[in-house]
C-alpha cells in the first residue's frame, strides 16, 4: 500500500521516476509503494547564489548529475571538491531501492563531494530530484584536498558551510539500518539500470518543467 505522510497520503497524480525498483525487486504494490507530486523547495534568490551542496549518495557520480543538469560534461563554473566528510550524520540504503537516505547520528559521519557554483533552475533540478522524501538543511562539512588514505590529519581540511539533503524523521522507517550505502557498490550493480530507468526519465520530466 501508500506510505503515509504526515497521516494525509500523498498526492496520487504521478510517480517519481526516482521511486522505480529493480525488476527482480517487489511485487506490483511494492514498485508503486510511493506517489507524488514534484515539489518545489522555496528559497531565497540570494541564498541560492552563494550554495554549495554536499552529496552523499548517486550525486556523487559525474555522468548522473551531468544528466540531470542537461550538460555533456559540467561546466567549469560547477566546481566538485571530492574528498569531503560530514560528521554528526549516517547513510544508510532506502528499503527496496538502490539510493541512500542520510539523517543525524552524533558519532556518524559520511563522505561525499562538495558541489558549487550551480544556478538557479540546476538546484531546482536537484531539489526536485531528491523529492519530497528529502529536505535541504544548512550544515557544515570539511572539504580536504585528497582522500586522507595516507592518514593526514582532518583538521588540515577546510570547513565549509554547506547545505545537504537530509532523510525526514517521518520516512525513517523506509531506511535499512543494517545495509550501510556503497558508492563503490552502487556504481558497480546499479548504475546502467538507474541511469535508464531513473536518471534519463527524471531528465526527460524535468525538460517538461519551467523552472
Partial sequence: GLHAKGGNGFDRQRSHPKWRVLASEGDE???????????QHKIQESAMKMTSI??????????????????????????VARYARLHGFARYKVRDRVFPGMIRSPQGCVDGCVVSGLSQSELRILDWYESEEYERCITEAIVRADDGDDGGNEQEGERVSVETYIWKD??????????????????????????????EPC??????MKW
Avoid: C
Fill in 170 to 199: 517521518e520516512f525513517v522507517g523506509q531506511l535499512d539500518l543494517d545495509q550501510p550505502w556503497s558508492l563503490a557498490d552502487f556504481e558497480a550493480d546499479h548504475l546502467e539500470w538507474f541511469m535508464q530507468n531513473t536518471v
Fill in 29 to 39: 504494490e511494492n514498485r508503486m509503494a510511493i506517489v507524488h507530486s514534484p515539489t
Fill in 203 to 208: 531528465r526527460k520530466e524535468i525538460q517538461k
Fill in 54 to 79: 554536499f552529496v552523499y549518495g548517486t550525486l556523487q557520480n559525474a555522468r548522473i548529475m551531468q544528466t540531470l543538469l542537461g550538460h555533456a560534461q559540467l561546466p567549469d563554473r560547477i566546481r
